[in-house]
């Protein structure tokens, strides 16, 4: 297969892949914006990720605090102590 096909292919694998995204406004201080983007922060990039780190770690913290036991077919069981 020639070069530029393959890039092509590629790109659109890696187009397909993302999820969409949905516009949103915020209110944020303005020296933290100027700040921001004097360290080339992406605002929008970078409050996208510290969501997905978050949600991970209450994921974790949830799983944690809460163990349970996958019995297949999407039932899922509290796994608990039998008599003290």
């Known amino acids: 297969m020639k070069e530029g096909i393959s890039e092509a ?3 659109l ?3 397909s892949m993302r999820m969409s995204k949905k ?6 201080e303005a020296d933290l914006v100027e700040k921001a983007r004097q360290q080339g922060i992406v605002i929008s990039r970078f409050l ?3 969501l997905k ?3 991970s770690f ?3 913290v949830s799983t944690v605090n809460n ?5 297949g077919n ?3 069981t509290r796994v608990t102590s039998l008599g003290s």
């Open 48 to 50: 996208e990720n510290k």
């Open 23 to 28: 516009p949103l406004n915020l209110l944020i």
């Open 9 to 11: 292919i590629y790109v």
């Open 53 to 55: 780190e978050y949600f």
């Open 58 to 60: 209450i994921e974790l």
């Open 74 to 76: 999407g039932i899922r």
């Open 13 to 15: 694998e890696c187009v």
């Open 67 to 71: 163990p349970s036991v996958n019995a």
